[in-house]
């Protein structure tokens, strides 16, 4: 999407938001951290910037978003991969992809290494299968340190 495409999606949802205040301020603190995340991003590689597009979107399923019961992604989670997003180098994320679960949890999965990680609230889970091996570990506490470490074992 373009500069003038975004301006004018822009123009036209704050004209469904004006009559309501409270909608306005939530927007206009959206609007305000996307410039954040574009100069962030814009510092930042490509893999980064398409998991955190990815992310926006993922934010905004709701109940049933996927035609049956999902469950929409917990705020803890979009705060954790955020976390991990922000602590993160280039190299950690390039081959990875993300998906919402029904479950409101969050997926990164890398087809290339054949491998994911399930991202929940509190802990999170892995797997790897390297030449018909599958190794990983379920239940880990999760701490964007942890998270990492598991990623770049992965990645070596």
Not at 34 to 40: E, N, P, Y
Not at 53 to 65: A, H, I, M, P
Not at 92 to 108: A, H, Q, S, Y
Not at 110 to 133: H, M, P, T, V
């Amino acid at each position: 999407m373009n500069t003038i495409e975004l301006n004018a999606e822009i123009y036209r949802q704050l004209g469904y938001l004006s009559d309501d205040r409270t909608y306005l301020e939530k927007a206009l603190e959206m609007l305000r951290g996307l410039t954040r995340i574009k100069s962030t991003a814009e510092a930042r590689g490509s893999a980064y910037t398409e998991m955190l597009e990815s992310l926006s979107d993922f934010q905004d399923y709701e109940q049933g978003w996927d035609g049956e019961d999902a469950a929409p992604l917990y705020k803890t989670v979009i705060r954790n991969f955020k976390e991990v997003l922000q602590q993160s180098n280039d190299s950690d994320l390039k081959g990875w992809v993300i998906f919402p679960e029904r479950n409101g949890t969050l997926f990164m999965q890398n087809e290339q290494l054949d491998a994911g990680i399930n991202i929940g609230c509190k802990d999170y889970s892995y797997y790897i299968n390297k030449d018909g091996k599958i190794t990983g570990e379920n239940g880990r506490k999760f701490t964007v340190k942890s998270h990492l470490e598991t990623v770049r074992k992965i990645c070596a």
